[in-house]
């Protein structure tokens, strides 16, 4: 890994460039809507770029990036929450349907799993699973100690684990499962 200075735009504009599609999967993958995902990383790489004189180069460039992403993707999340509370508590005594909504059925369950997780620890996933990250550096990226990156991990495998089944349970699409066959 090539080393930045702070403060430097060249540094920047090339931390930008190597780091902008990891940040956005990673923001995807907690926020769940591609046009919200962009806007949050533009809006986190914007104050990055405001506070790059003030980085400290001992720590890795793009854990900070990712943590004043994360930061930026866990807040935008809080108030969509808040915002889909609101518009549950506006439906009520409508139909169960029509509350999920078509879209619901077309998400793939990974991923909506992924956003059915608490935003913190479906960060933690997406660093470890998808971009390979260490705990040391999710530590670093989330501004937590390594021991929360493990209760989080653990934690968001147990609850994934729970709801999607163990690995080799889940049919594939249009296949017979007995255990979903079985009244409840």
């Given at each position: 890994?090539?080393e930045?200075?702070?403060?430097?735009?060249e540094d920047?504009?090339?931390?930008y460039q190597?780091?902008?599609?990891?940040?956005f999967?990673t923001?995807?993958?907690?926020?769940?809507?591609?046009?919200?995902?962009?806007?949050?990383?533009?809006?986190?790489?914007?104050?990055?770029?405001?506070?790059?004189?003030?980085?400290?180069?001992?720590?890795p460039?793009?854990?900070w990036l990712?943590?004043?992403?994360?930061?930026?993707?866990?807040?935008?999340?809080?108030?969509?929450?808040l915002r889909e509370a609101a518009?549950?508590?506006?439906?009520?005594?409508r139909?169960?349907?029509?509350i999920a909504?078509?879209?619901?059925a077309?998400?793939?369950?990974?991923?909506r799993?992924?956003?059915?997780?608490?935003?913190?620890?479906a960060a933690?996933?997406v660093?470890?699973?998808?971009?390979?990250?260490?705990?040391?550096?999710?530590?670093?990226?989330l501004?937590?100690?390594?021991?929360?990156?493990?209760?989080?991990?653990?934690?968001?495998?147990?609850?994934l684990r729970?709801?999607?089944?163990?690995?080799?349970?889940?049919?594939?699409?249009?296949e017979?499962?007995?255990a979903?066959?079985r009244?409840?």
């Open positions: 890994m090539s930045y200075r702070p403060g430097s735009k920047f504009d090339r931390l190597h780091s902008y599609q990891r940040l999967r923001v995807l993958a907690v926020l769940g809507n591609p046009a919200a995902a962009e806007d949050c990383v533009q809006e986190a790489c914007l104050r990055a770029f405001r506070a790059w004189p003030a980085w400290k180069a001992e720590a460039a793009e854990a990712h943590r004043i992403a994360l930061n930026h993707a866990i807040s935008v999340r809080r108030r969509e929450r518009e549950l508590v506006r439906r009520l005594g139909p169960a349907e029509a909504g078509p879209e619901a077309s998400e793939p369950d990974l991923l799993e992924l956003r059915a997780l608490p935003p913190k620890q933690a996933i660093l470890r699973h998808v971009h390979g990250y260490t705990n040391r550096e999710i530590a670093f990226a501004g937590v100690p390594e021991r929360t990156v493990a209760s989080r991990l653990i934690a968001a495998k147990a609850r729970q709801r999607l089944g163990p690995p080799g349970d889940v049919p594939r699409r249009g017979y499962s007995p979903a066959a009244p409840d």
